[in-house]
C-alpha cells in the first residue's frame, strides 16, 4: 500500500451576530436548533415550557448570538459564566437560558468539536475544551477562523465504527448528511477533501491509503497515530452513545448552513 502525501462592549446590551464569521455561525446553529439531538449538556431540563413563549425563530438568532460569543471565547481561552451570557446575549430573554444554552452547547460539540464544562456549579462558571481532546485547533491563526474539529470527530466515529478502516465512499456518503461534499467548499469546514486527505494527513490524524489491487483505484481512511496519541476508540465510541445516533437527527443541524447564512 502507498500512502497519498498531497502536499468588550455595554454588558447591557445583547450581543447581535454580524458579520461573516457569525452569519457562518447563525446558518450552523439555526439548522442545529431546528433538530437538537440527545446529547449530554450542562443543561438538561425540559425544555417545553420555556420553548412555548417564543417562537422557533427568535430562540434560533439567541442561540445563534450564544454560539458566536463562546467561539470568541474559545478563541481567547477565557472561561465564562452564566451571568455573562445573560448580560452579553440573552438580554430581556434571559429566562429562556435554559433551553438556549443547552442548544448552544449541543452545537458547540456537534458542529465545531467544543465541549463546554461546568468547572465552578455555584458561580455557574465554565471552560472551553475540545471535544476528546484533540489539539488540531489548538492555534486558530485568524480571527476570521472556525474550529473544524467536529468534522474530525464524525470521521473519527465513522472509522470507528468501521473497525479498523473505513471506505473513502462510505465517508463521503455521510458526511454529505451534513452537507460536507468532496470538492465543495464548506462554510466552516473549507474544503473537505483537503482538511481529510491532505491537512489532517500530514498532521497525523488520518491515513488515507489505496486499497490493495484495486481497479480502479479505491481508497481508505484510518485512525493515524496522533488520533490514537490524544483519544482513544473507547472515548469515541463512548461519545457515540452520548449524542445517541451518528445519523441525521445528529448531523442535520449542519446542513445548508451556506443558504441559512
Not at 439555526?30 to 417562537?55: C, I, K, M, N
Not at 471535544?131 to 472509522?159: E, R, Y
Not at 473537505?192 to 489532517?200: A, G, I, S, Y
Request: include cysteine.
Amino acid at each position: 500500500m502507498s500512502e497519498l502525501h498531497q502536499p468588550e462592549a455595554d454588558l447591557q446590551a445583547p450581543v447581535q451576530a454580524q458579520g461573516p464569521v457569525e452569519a457562518q455561525v447563525f446558518g450552523a446553529a439555526g439548522e442545529e436548533a431546528a433538530s437538537p439531538s440527545s446529547s449530554s449538556s450542562p443543561v438538561a431540563p425540559s425544555f417545553s415550557a420555556y420553548a412555548e413563549s417564543l417562537p422557533q425563530e427568535a430562540l434560533t438568532v439567541l442561540m445563534a448570538d450564544l454560539v458566536a460569543f463562546l467561539l470568541l471565547k474559545y478563541r481567547t481561552k477565557e472561561p465564562i459564566c452564566k451571568a455573562e451570557m445573560l448580560n452579553m446575549v440573552l438580554g430581556d430573554h434571559r429566562d429562556h437560558f435554559p433551553v438556549v444554552f443547552s442548544q448552544a452547547c449541543e452545537c458547540m460539540q456537534l458542529v465545531f468539536g467544543v465541549d463546554v464544562k461546568e468547572v465552578d456549579p455555584r458561580e455557574c462558571t465554565y471552560v472551553l475544551v475540545p471535544t476528546l481532546g484533540l489539539t488540531c485547533d489548538a492555534v486558530l491563526s485568524d480571527g476570521q477562523s472556525m474550529p473544524k474539529a467536529g468534522l474530525l470527530v464524525m470521521v473519527l466515529c465513522l472509522i470507528a465504527l468501521y473497525g479498523d478502516r473505513a471506505p473513502e465512499e462510505e465517508i463521503w456518503e455521510a458526511l454529505s448528511v451534513m452537507g460536507v461534499y468532496a470538492g465543495r467548499e464548506h462554510s466552516i469546514y473549507g474544503e473537505p477533501r483537503e482538511l481529510l486527505t491532505k491537512v489532517w494527513v500530514q498532521e497525523g490524524y488520518l491515513e488515507y491509503w489505496q486499497v490493495p489491487h484495486s481497479d480502479p483505484a479505491r481508497y481508505e481512511f484510518l485512525w493515524g497515530p496522533r488520533a490514537y496519541a490524544e483519544t482513544s476508540k473507547w472515548q469515541v465510541l463512548e461519545l457515540l452513545l452520548r449524542v445517541n445516533t451518528l445519523g441525521p437527527t445528529s448531523a442535520e443541524g449542519v446542513s445548508d448552513e451556506e443558504e441559512v447564512a
